[in-house]
């Protein structure tokens, strides 16, 4: 048995007895080092045509020190699972910044570098940690047209978008990921182009991970961009059989709430949920104290409501120590039998009677 695969069977048994806990902002930590220009382009890139700040999954190559050490924080926080440093590692983000044939790299480079903190923290504490490859909804959407004046047009195809996943996922499993997190869904048929070409790759490499998958509702209608609600969100992508499904970014818990509500209801496997620190202010700013947001995933908790918590935008390593307090001890969530039945979706569910 590979260390991978026993990694997994510790995943699978941990997750049976606890409410696991994943990281929290990783944007949020880098903006406190107050990086520069020269700090994204190192020696590298220095001559490299476009502006490179901001582009976040590229400090993976020229400050992996920042980056690691960001990993350790979550983890010294209670972490069990962190995400690598990958959100827009495909090519078609990294296109924005004529980086797009660093795609594999990143993925690599990134999933190498969050299983050297895991491991280091694990040995140190006896526990077993674990690495989730990160991959982002990418810059487009394939539901959507960009140009109001163009409903038909579309900047992004299914197959440039399922290659783009595909690729991604090649580089986080080959750089040592536990588990491949789909996230950040704002279109499902962006993700479910990604889906199928990392069903793909499983194929091609005779290997399966298990995938995480997590959307977001970007409004109080309680539906993704492309319109759908979140029972028809999970009948769009449960043919995969994830590990894991769940809602991140976009709202703070308090709002996220009957969302994650109602996929616990009707989802047949592991739940997460990991909110925003609140909403943010007029200054783009998070101001939920980790006491606040560790509040709201306590009573998530003890509701029976998640299986994996953690948190995004806004949140901290002290937000995630508060969140693991939170649920500490507490039963996860049980798993419902779901009756078989043709269950379909467009923007709502259908389910046929019988």
């Not at 047209?145 to 783009?164: H, I, K, M, Q, W």
């Not at 997190?181 to 990604?194: C, H, P, Q, R, S």
């Not at 009957?258 to 202010?281: C, F, H, K, Q």
């Amino acid at each position: 048995m590979s260390s991978r695969q026993i990694r997994l069977e510790q995943l699978k048994a941990l997750a049976a007895r606890r409410v696991l806990i994943l990281d929290g902002a990783m944007g949020t930590m880098i903006q406190t080092h107050k990086l520069t220009e020269q700090d994204f382009r190192g020696e590298r890139f220095k001559d490299h045509p476009v502006d490179l700040q901001g582009n976040n999954d590229l400090l993976t190559l020229t400050r992996p020190d920042v980056i690691k050490a960001i990993h350790r924080e979550y983890l010294e926080a209670g972490a069990d699972i962190i995400e690598t440093n990958t959100f827009n590692s495909t090519s078609i983000s990294q296109a924005e910044y004529k980086l797009e044939q660093l795609a594999y790299e990143l993925n690599f480079e990134g999933a190498k570098l969050a299983r050297a903190a895991a491991d280091e923290v694990a040995a140190e504490t006896d526990e077993p940690r674990f690495v989730a490859g990160a991959i982002g909804p990418t810059s487009r959407t394939a539901s959507l047209s960009p140009d109001v004046n163009n409903p038909g047009f579309r900047n992004v195809t299914f197959d440039e978008l399922r290659e783009a996943y595909k690729e991604a996922a090649r580089g986080l499993i080959d750089g040592g990921a536990d588990t491949l997190m789909v996230e950040t869904i704002f279109d499902t048929l962006n993700a479910k182009a990604g889906l199928f070409g990392i069903l793909e790759l499983f194929e091609e490499i005779g290997e399966k991970l298990p995938i995480q998958i997590s959307g977001t509702i970007t409004d109080l209608s309680g539906r993704t961009l492309s319109g759908q609600t979140t029972e028809a969100f999970w009948n769009s992508v449960k043919h995969v059989k994830p590990f894991s499904i769940g809602l991140n970014c976009a709202f703070g818990a308090e709002q996220m709430r009957p969302y994650v509500a109602e996929l616990s209801r009707v989802a047949d496997t592991y739940v997460s949920a990991y909110p925003n620190a609140g909403l943010p202010n007029e200054f783009g700013q998070y101001d939920e104290a980790p006491e606040q947001t560790g509040g709201h995933l306590h009573n998530w908790g003890k509701d029976g409501l998640v299986n994996i918590v953690g948190g995004c935008c806004g949140t901290t390593p002290s937000h995630i120590r508060c969140i693991a307090e939170g649920v500490k001890g507490m039963t996860p969530r049980h798993i419902p039998e779901i009756g078989k039945k043709l269950r379909l979706s467009g923007l709502e569910p259908f389910e046929a009677q019988s």
